[in-house]
């Protein structure tokens, strides 16, 4: 897809974070700089807690905090550019070297920290108020308390680091051995050697006969990975379930809704207006199996494009098609957005050895970020380049604030993405002449409902019931199978055929050490996006200045404060949930009419 007359890079530029790339001596530099400041800390911490009512106790604590919020911005930004090393190439292994010692150093950081938040747990109460009340630390007093509250819960700060030690090689080590087990996947299609992300993107193709066979091969080699998956899920399984029950924790659920500030009850509130929704999801699901000619859809079907307008659309238009539909709300998200794309920010090109799936990461020290996907001009893939830049545009707009207030949970992460893809879909359906075209985009519409409510639905069912079975001992392949064709068949109300059963070795989410339960906070960004982009066509361009005010906010308060501040809006109850659901039955009606 690359020639000589693109107008934007496919290829992202690196040089500009660390030059050298995978031999880069000013990444090298770097993470020596931060051993010795994490260690710098240690001292600070030790020296400190040797005294916790000494008077010079406030003015040592706001030092330490301002040396942790520098660490944390430079360890992100090393950690970031490696894992674009790693991703660009799967098989590069110096990328892979200096990802074990990022990992080393990460522990290191986590240990200390742990020191840190146990220093906070030991001030009186009058004291704390006093020193989070003024000065710099005010300005990270939600997040500081927060560490505080949440190091009652935890082990002694010895044992803490010691887990994060022994997790290095062991927890971490069992994440980073699936990136192996997919690097070492081949998939055979029409005389070609494929990669897991070259081969993804055949699964939508727009013949079902090739679709047919692009989905037997995807299955067949994920079956031939599936034991070394298997064993790889049950020990990242197995770690979190001893940590939690040296905790003391009961619930696999109760760390995912603390990293991503929730309640359960607004996690419940959520799934129930989603399973009193559903319904209109089956009309649509049974409809186009009817318009596909065929008495059921297959998991391949679901995704497939209906008739002939799925066009391909060359990388530098579906460039100036996002950041022109951009414009439309945002002068400011659209200037950024043609920035990214035009100073090399985006990984797209379509060449094999690259990892599966999209993703943006952040720099915050360089004040930028990269984006990593494959490019084959799908509209999925104009899909998710918006998505990808909502996260950019996230990011760029907190990096003047401290290091901690940027610390922004995944579900409000994916609130701003996905509430950029709505603005791209939305402003494209409505422009739309071609009855074909507004067809295609309504259907692209739903089918992002689709995911959220029933796809994702299934990967939060296989994930709880996995650990449930998992607390008893090893869960088989055989087993993780059932467990996955089960959960499939409840999150899609029984309305498909054949099922996905190796879905859960394919899938890199349930391999991620850093977040468990990476599903159900793309639920809650898809609901709440909708709610607020409902907000914005309500209140016009206005509402733009407010978005970035709530943007802003996202790594300072709980999800429940933050809808409430900047909406109005309860999320443990019904209602929000209802009318968010309420927008896809819409379209489903639309689109009945449509094909009627």
């Not at 990011?395 to 992460?413: G, I, R, T």
Request: glycine share 6%; charged share 25%; with cysteine.
């Amino acid at each position: 897809m690359t020639n000589q007359a693109q107008k934007y890079p496919q290829v992202w530029n690196l040089e500009s974070i660390y030059s050298g790339g995978s031999t880069s001596q000013a990444l090298s530099d770097e993470l020596k700089g931060l051993h010795t400041d994490v260690t710098k800390l240690e001292e600070l911490i030790h020296t400190a807690a040797g005294d916790a009512n000494n008077e010079a106790l406030e003015g040592q604590l706001t030092e330490m905090t301002e040396l942790l919020q520098s660490i944390l911005l430079r360890l992100r930004e090393a950690e970031s550019f490696i894992a674009c090393l790693m991703a660009q190439n799967m098989r590069d292994t110096a990328a892979s070297s200096w990802n074990g010692k990022a990992k080393t150093l990460s522990a290191k950081f986590l240990g200390v920290l742990t020191k840190y938040d146990d220093l906070l747990r030991k001030i009186d109460d009058e004291r704390w108020e006093r020193w989070i009340s003024k000065g710099a630390p005010s300005t990270v007093a939600f997040n500081l308390s927060e560490r505080r509250e949440q190091a009652k819960e935890k082990l002694a700060p010895e044992l803490e680091a010691l887990a994060g030690d022994l997790a290095v090689d062991g927890y971490h080590g069992w994440g980073d051995l699936y990136n192996v087990i997919v690097s070492r996947a081949k998939f055979n299609w029409q005389g070609e050697q494929l990669s897991a992300g070259q081969m993804y993107n055949k699964l939508s193709e727009a013949s079902r006969e090739e679709r047919t066979a692009a989905f037997a091969e995807w299955e067949r080699e994920w079956s031939e990975q599936a034991d070394l998956a298997a064993d790889t899920l049950n020990r990242i399984a197995g770690f979190r379930l001893k940590l939690y029950e040296k905790r003391g924790w009961t619930s696999p659920l109760k760390e995912p809704l603390q990293i991503n500030r929730m309640s359960e009850a607004t996690l419940d509130a959520m799934w129930s207006a989603i399973e009193e929704g559903k319904p209109a999801l089956v009309q649509y699901l049974e409809r186009k199996a009817k318009l596909l000619g065929v008495d059921q859809l297959d998991w391949h079907d679901v995704e497939a494009p209906l008739g002939a307008s799925a066009r391909i659309m060359p990388y530098d238009e579906a460039a100036d098609f996002i950041v022109e539909q951009f414009r439309s709300f945002s002068p400011d998200l659209a200037e950024f957005s043609e920035m990214a794309f035009r100073e090399g920010w985006i990984e797209a090109e379509d060449r094999s050895g690259k990892r599966p799936g999209g993703f943006c990461t952040s720099l915050p020290k360089s004040e930028q970020t990269r984006i990593f996907m494959t490019y084959s001009g799908t509209a999925s893939n104009v899909s998710t380049l918006a998505h990808e830049l909502g996260h950019a545009y996230h990011q760029h707009v907190m990096n003047d604030m401290p290091a901690l207030s940027q610390e922004y949970a995944m579900n409000v992460a994916e609130t701003a993405s996905t509430f950029a893809e709505l603005i791209v879909s939305d402003s494209a359906m409505r422009t739309a002449t071609d009855k074909e075209e507004k067809l295609a985009l309504l259907e692209s519409k739903i089918q992002n409902s689709v995911a959220f409510f029933m796809n994702i639905r299934a990967r939060f069912l296989f994930e709880t019931r996995f650990y449930e079975q998992r607390r008893d001992g090893m869960v088989t392949t055989e087993q993780l199978n059932e467990l996955m064709v089960e959960a499939q068949r409840e999150a899609y109300s029984g309305v498909l055929g054949e099922l996905h059963p190796h879905f859960w070795a394919a899938k890199l989410h349930f391999y991620l050490t850093d977040v468990p339960f990476y599903n159900f906070p793309y639920t809650f960004g898809y609901l709440f996006s909708a709610g607020i982009y409902a907000r914005a066509l309500k209140e016009g361009p206005a509402f733009a200045e407010k978005y970035v005010g709530l943007l802003r906010d996202t790594g300072s308060m709980t999800v429940e404060q933050l809808a409430e501040k900047h909406l109005g809006v309860k999320l443990d109850g019904p209602d929000f949930w209802r009318d968010a659901v309420a927008l896809t039955a819409e379209d489903v009606k639309l689109f009945l009419e449509m094909t009627e």
